[in-house]
Every structure is written in C-alpha cells, then in structure tokens.
C-alpha cells in the first residue's frame, strides 16, 4: 500500500511539473483536470457521483438513497451546481462563494436559492462550493455523496461534470429507460469515463415502471449488454447494472413502506453501493493512480507531437548547416567564427 502511495505520487509529482511545457490557453481544461486528478490522490473521503443527462432522476434518486427531500427535483432542468453530500450531526447548508464568503444555515432549503439553474439553465459564477451535512449510516466514515448538472444541455455544465466525475471514486450513472444509451451518453461514457482511466461505474436504469411489461424486458435485456461491454475492471461478482424506480422508491423511502421500497429496487442499489464503497476502499489508491496514468499518456502524446517537430527542426538546421558549409567552401568564404559554431 506504502509501495503505491509513493508512486502515485511520484507521477503526480512529475506530471505537475511536465505540465508546466504545455500552453496555458490552448490546454486549460486539461490543467485544471491534472489539479483535480493529482489533488484526489491524496483525499481522505470516498466520494460517490451520480451522472446523467438532465432529468433522468439523479436528485431524485439521491433523495430516495438518503430517505429525505435533500436535493431539488423538478422536471425542468434544475441542479445549477455540484453539490457534496456529507456526514454531520444535524441537517445544514453550507456555501462558500469565490470570494472567499460563507453562508451556514439549517435545513437545505437555501438551495433553491443558490443551486438552481436560473431561467436561461445557466449555472451561478460565484460559488465555490456547496455541502450539505446530515446524519446518515450511509454516509459514515468519510463517503459523501455528489449531485451534479445534468449533462447535454450546455457546454458549461458539462465541463463542470466532467471535472468532477475525475474525482468520484464510484459513479453511478443514470439511465432514462425511455432513450437507453443515446449516442451521447456512449460518447461521453467513452471520453469522459473509460479513456480518463475511470472504471468504477455502475448503471442505474429509471423509469421502466411507466413501461410495459414486454418492453421492461427488452431494456433490461440491452442494458445488460451495454454494461457488460463496459465493466473493464469492475470487481468480479458484483454487479454494475441496477433498475430502480427513483420517484416510487423516494416516496416509499419517505413513508417507510419497506415493500414497495424492495420492489422499487433502492434497497438493492443501496447494498450494492455499501458492499462496492467496501470493496473499492481497499484498493482506492490503484483506482486513482489508473487516472493519473490516463492524464499523463495524454500529455506525454500532447508533448511527442512537439518533440517530432523539434527534431523536424533539427534536421533542417542540420540541412542548412551543412548547406551553408559546403557553400562558403566553393566561394572560398571563411566568416569569422562560422566553423567553430558548426564544429562543435
Ligand atoms: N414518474 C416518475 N417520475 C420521476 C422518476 N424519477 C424522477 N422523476 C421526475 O422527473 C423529474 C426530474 O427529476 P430530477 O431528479 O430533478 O432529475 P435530474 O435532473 O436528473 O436531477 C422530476 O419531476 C421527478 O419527480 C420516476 O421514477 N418516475
Ligand atoms: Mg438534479
């Protein structure tokens, strides 16, 4: 464990500093995802994100986990920040603003307030940060939990999400039963998760309750192998693939109807997500030193390209040289100084 602590940070140490070649303007988002990757390296909390295109139940599924209305839901696009989940002794709120202000207050009826996407679905600039702290088992011994923008929408809130999921170390991503695994949701699966080195992910298909029974079965039964194809290296013997009715279960959850709760498939996902934050803790270290890796390649590639045209450059300064040698030899022309540039 000691052997691989040091060595992810030795890479994280060295990915910093090579970073430092890159252009600052033509590579932002990269730089800032190598801060966020490196900095995970060293965080002591299990962090768990819930992902998906908007309004596919996200908060919603997050309330009905946590048996509480925490998070805004709305059938327009609602959530306009990340916001983290925590352990704490009492229900509270608290935002931090860029510059540096703070605002704690009870309950997270403050939300609506801060965290809801306005009019135009545009996120607010000035926050830092959100948590909210509440006394869950759940979230004991350092897990928190992540809401986050729904994807699709706008540019900005998907590079926001795609900053955060580098420093999930379990996602759990939110599929509408309706519209399965668009295009873009594979897409950004494959950008933002498989090639950045993330492969802690689970699928949560929602709303196949409002389907019919035979079409249940054939959205289970493509779900599967979509998840299949993308299980790399998820541990053996557990699944990454749940059905859960997120508004059914947030409602039994709320009443304490255990058996409409078992059937909405919550309690499932619930254990799996217990069984998974145990299994994966023991082996969190590789998980994020697998980004680290993914991160590095890519500036490695970004730097190759400028090494070919260095020695590109090289040649032809060996090319001209040699020109210009031969050139003041025919003309008999010896500058000063000239030859012992070129022989050394
Ligand atoms: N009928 C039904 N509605 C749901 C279900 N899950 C979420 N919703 C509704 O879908 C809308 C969007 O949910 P929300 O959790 O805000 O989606 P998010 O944008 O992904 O966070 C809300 O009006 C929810 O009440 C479900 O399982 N069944
Ligand atoms: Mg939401």
């Not at 060595?7 to 060295?14: C, E, G, R, V």
């Not at 801060?35 to 390296?41: A, I």
């Not at 997270?108 to 909210?132: K, P, W």
């Not at 059937?263 to 994020?288: C, F, H, K, P």
């Amino acid at each position: 464990m000691l052997r691989k602590n040091y060595q992810s940070f030795k890479l994280a140490d060295s990915l910093k500093l090579t970073s430092r070649l890159l252009d600052r303007e033509e590579n932002s988002e990269l730089l800032l995802d190598i801060q966020s990757v490196c900095d995970h390296l060293s965080s002591p909390n299990f962090r768990v994100a819930v992902f998906g295109s908007f309004n596919h139940g996200k908060s919603t599924l997050l309330n009905a986990l946590l048996g509480k209305k925490i998070l805004p839901t709305d059938l327009i696009p609602t959530t306009g920040a990340a916001i983290n989940i925590k352990y704490g002794t009492e229900l509270t709120t608290r935002i931090i603003r860029s510059d540096g202000t703070e605002i704690d207050e009870k309950g997270t009826e403050i939300l609506q307030r801060f965290t809801r996407l306005n009019s135009e679905r545009i996120m607010r600039s000035d926050l830092s940060s959100v948590e909210v702290f509440l006394p869950h088992p759940l979230l004991k011994n350092g897990v928190e939990l992540l809401d986050l923008p729904g994807t699709n929408d706008r540019e900005e809130q998907d590079n926001l999400v795609r900053r955060q999921l580098l420093s999930a170390d379990l996602i759990i991503q939110v599929l509408d039963a309706n519209q399965l695994f668009t295009l873009t949701e594979v897409d950004n699966l494959q950008d933002w998760l498989i090639d950045k080195g993330i492969e802690t992910v689970i699928f949560v298909v929602n709303f196949l309750n409002l389907l019919e029974i035979e079409d249940q079965k054939k959205v289970m039964q493509r779900s599967r192998s979509i998840a299949e194809e993308f299980r790399g290296n998820f541990p053996n013997g557990i699944s990454n693939l749940y059905r859960v009715d997120a508004l059914p279960a947030f409602k039994a959850k709320q009443q304490g109807d255990r058996a409409t709760a078992f059937s909405s498939g919550i309690l499932t996902l619930e254990s799996a997500v217990q069984n998974l934050v145990a299994i994966l803790s023991n082996d969190l270290q590789r998980y994020r030193l697998l980004r680290v890796v993914a991160i590095a390649n890519r500036v490695k590639q970004i730097l190759e390209e400028r090494v070919r045209f260095l020695c590109q450059l090289n040649t032809e300064l060996q090319n001209a040289r040699e020109y210009l040698e031969v050139y003041c030899y025919e003309k008999s022309i010896f500058p000063i100084g000239f030859h012992n540039k070129t022989d050394r």
